[in-house]
């Protein structure tokens, strides 16, 4: 389906300043979870009863992430407020956490990094609706009255990703590499003189 990679890019595009950071979780002190979320649901009903949905996936059928920062082990945990809002849209406040294992940027080798996101999505059946969704809902969409969870935790976990990591420089096997063949970190190459500088040293010159 053509429109479902326009949808993906409309997610991303809506994802920018989206999050307001410094505001209070409420799931602050959500305890562990234990339970698996459903991988289809009836969002319109769990919105007309205000339901909450919190439960775990799995990692390792995000196919999309991994090709994205490799193979990936253990769960994600999601916690999905769904509602009906005072505009009458259907909306799902949700948050997600998970442990991933990414790529260092320096050295390539893995590193556990806590990625977490508190999102805000607006449920709609098609393009344009999309696009008349306000700029602090991202769209998701439902198709036959049937979200498909695992689809939208995937794009969301991927959402979060950070754009870089790196290992610190003690424990990055690159560092490592070069202190033990003898090659200074940080060696600053002098700073050459402008050629303003070298003017004047000219006319200084007796
Ligand atoms: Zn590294």
């Given at each position: 389906m053509q429109s479902l990679t326009a949808w993906k890019r409309v997610i991303v595009t809506r994802r920018?300043?989206?999050?307001?950071?410094g505001r209070g979780s409420a799931y602050h002190c959500a305890p562990m979870l234990t339970s698996r979320l459903p991988n289809r649901v009836e969002p319109y009903k769990l919105a007309a009863r205000a339901e909450r949905l919190e439960g775990l996936v799995a990692l390792d059928q995000f196919e999309r992430l991994a090709e994205q920062v490799g193979a990936q082990d253990g769960d994600v945990q999601v916690w999905l407020d769904f509602a009906i809002d005072l505009q009458g849209r259907r909306v799902i406040h949700g948050r997600l956490e998970a442990e991933l294992q990414l790529p260092c940027r320096r050295c390539l080798e893995p590193l556990s990094q806590h990625v977490e996101s508190e999102f805000l999505l607006g449920m709609v059946t098609s393009d344009a609706l999309a696009a008349e969704l306000p700029s602090t809902h991202e769209p998701v969409l439902v198709e036959n009255e049937q979200l498909n969870l695992l689809e939208m935790v995937e794009d969301e976990l991927i959402l979060s990703l950070p754009q870089v990591v790196y290992h610190d420089e003690a424990l990055c096997r690159v560092s490592r590499d070069q202190l033990s063949s003898g090659e200074e970190a940080e060696s600053p190459e002098p700073t050459p003189a402008s050629p303003f500088e070298v003017l004047r040293r000219l006319k200084d010159k007796p």
């Open positions: 920018e300043g989206v999050f307001d950071r």
